[in-house]
């Protein structure tokens, strides 16, 4: 079933959303040359313990460590760890959550380390990014959950082929409900499926993570033997959006943006919904 927030619940996952936006921002200016995976997942621990937060990450389902970061061809789970070194060139995806008083936050960005990236690298993740934000825009009170999937399909769908041929949509991961926990009902597939038909009604109270995976080639992954790493099958590299969003009377709140998603909501005509914490 899936789980309706009053505002006062909304508002202290705003609060848990807040947490994770100052993660990124930190990890963001932490991701050089030179810097290990590790040096990044430690620079998370302390925003986390600073804010007074606490990792909903760590110890789930056994995973060592406070972030995901996801390098080049790595889409999502990757583990950090002192052996990996971030090179001019790489690209990483960064997940991360926390919660606040037993309510969760989760988003996810694609960062460019050092300079010198090829365009297509630069496309695939602006494509992930903005159809991240088409999936946002139509999280909309008497839409359906597949509306949002329809979003984020057809926004990638409409854009340029990469010289690799298409973008691939990963099959295997998606987004979720998140609220008392991380993954909540429902799940919530980043392209259209006649199986899993409409899904639910989107009403007031409604709290999703909307996060695209999207490669340079195959939808496929695979995940390696520390049952956490999942690759690409054919080696692309893939970018990794995710941002937690609440639904409200007034429209749709981007938990974990700084401004709640107000400037990007209005470049695509949806006003977002107040901040419930001013």
Request: proline fraction near 6%; hydrophobic fraction near 40%.
């Amino acid at each position: 079933m899936v789980q309706i927030k009053t505002p006062e619940q909304i508002a202290k996952m705003r609060e848990a959303g807040l947490v994770v936006a100052a993660i990124h921002a930190a990890t963001r200016e932490a991701a050089v040359p030179g810097a290990t995976t590790k040096d990044l997942d430690e620079v998370a621990r302390k925003v986390i313990a600073d804010h007074g937060a606490k990792s909903n990450f760590l110890g789930y389902g056994g995973f060592p460590a406070t972030i995901c970061t996801s390098v080049n061809e790595v889409v999502v789970h990757g583990i950090p760890s002192e052996d990996v070194v971030l090179k001019d060139g790489d690209i990483i995806s960064i997940d991360c959550g926390a919660i606040v008083d037993g309510w969760h936050g989760d988003a996810a960005y694609t960062a460019f380390v050092g300079s010198g990236h090829a365009p297509e690298l630069l496309e695939l993740s602006r494509v992930t990014e903005e159809s991240m934000w088409a999936g946002i825009a139509a999280m909309r009170n008497g839409n359906r959950l597949v509306d949002i999937s329809r979003a984020v399909e057809s926004y990638i769908r409409r854009q340029p082929r990469p010289a690799t041929g298409k973008y691939g949509i990963i099959e295997d991961y998606g987004g979720h409900g998140i609220g008392t926990e991380m993954h909540m009902d429902p799940h919530l597939l980043n392209y259209v499926s006649r199986k899993r038909g409409k899904g639910p009604k989107l009403v007031p109270g409604f709290c999703l993570a909307i996060e695209p995976m999207v490669s340079l080639g195959t939808p496929r992954t695979e995940v390696l033997s520390d049952d956490w790493t999942v690759i690409t099958t054919d080696g692309t590299w893939s970018s990794h959006w995710e941002h937690s969003v609440a639904l409200t009377e007034q429209g749709p709140l981007v938990l974990t943006a700084p401004d709640g998603g107000r400037a990007k909501l209005a470049e695509l005509g949806v006003t977002a919904a107040p901040d419930p914490l001013g």
